[in-house]
C-alpha cells in the first residue's frame, strides 16, 4: 500500500485517481517519474548554484509556470520561493510583468527566459550573445537552459497527463 510520501509530484499535480487504469500506466513507468523528480532536485536545488541562487531559481520557475498558465505549478514554486525568504528584488522575478532592467544581468535572463518559455523556437544565437553581454557566464548560461527546458518538460508532461485524464 502506498502512503501520501510516495506519490510524486507529478502524479499529484496530475490529480491522478490511485487505481486508476491511467495511475497504473503511470506507475509502470515509475523509472521516468523517479528521474523527474530527480531533476526537480537538480535543477531547483543543486549543491553546485553557480550564479544563481535557489531562491532566483524558484522565483524563475514561478515566472515560467506562470507563463504557462500552470496555478498548481506556480503555486508549488511560488510556496518554494517564499520559503526561502527572498529579497524584494528576487521575489520580483517570479512576475511576468517584471522585466528588470533591460541592460542588468537580471533583465537579460528575464528576457531570454521568456523567449524561450513562450516562443523557443524564435531563440536565436544574438539571445546568448546578450546574456553574455550582460555578464552572464557560459555555466550559467547552461544552467539557466537548463532550467527552462525542465519547466517546459514539467509543464507539458503534466498538461498531458490531466487531459489524458479527463479524457479517461
Known amino acids: 500500500m ?3 510520501e510516495d506519490v510524486t509530484l507529478v502524479e499529484k499535480w496530475a490529480a491522478l485517481e490511485p487505481g486508476s487504469p491511467l495511475h497504473a500506466a503511470v506507475r ?3 523509472d ?3 528521474m523527474t523528480e530527480a531533476t526537480h532536485e ?3 536545488r543543486p549543491r553546485d548554484l553557480g550564479g544563481f541562487s535557489h531562491a532566483e531559481r524558484a522565483a524563475l520557475a514561478t515566472r515560467i509556470a506562470r507563463l504557462n498558465e500552470d496555478d498548481e505549478l506556480a503555486a508549488h514554486y511560488a510556496a518554494m520561493l517564499e ?3 527572498p529579497d524584494e528584488a ?3 522575478i517570479a512576475d511576468p510583468g517584471y522585466s528588470g532592467d533591460a541592460w542588468s544581468r537580471i533583465g537579460a535572463v528575464l528576457t531570454f527566459t521568456d523567449l524561450v518559455t513562450m516562443n523557443p523556437k524564435d531563440t536565436k544565437p544574438d539571445d546568448i550573445a546578450a546574456l553574455q553581454a550582460a555578464g552572464v557566464s557560459d555555466a550559467d548560461i547552461v544552467r539557466l537552459a537548463e532550467l527552462n527546458a525542465f519547466l517546459a518538460y514539467q509543464a507539458r508532461l503534466l498538461a498531458g497527463l490531466r487531459l489524458m485524464r479527463r479524457a479517461a
Open 42 to 44: 537538480a535543477a531547483l
Open 32 to 34: 521516468v517519474f523517479a
Open 83 to 85: 520559503a526561502l525568504s
Open 28 to 30: 509502470s513507468r515509475s
Open 90 to 92: 528576487t521575489a520580483s
Open 2 to 4: 502506498e502512503g501520501p
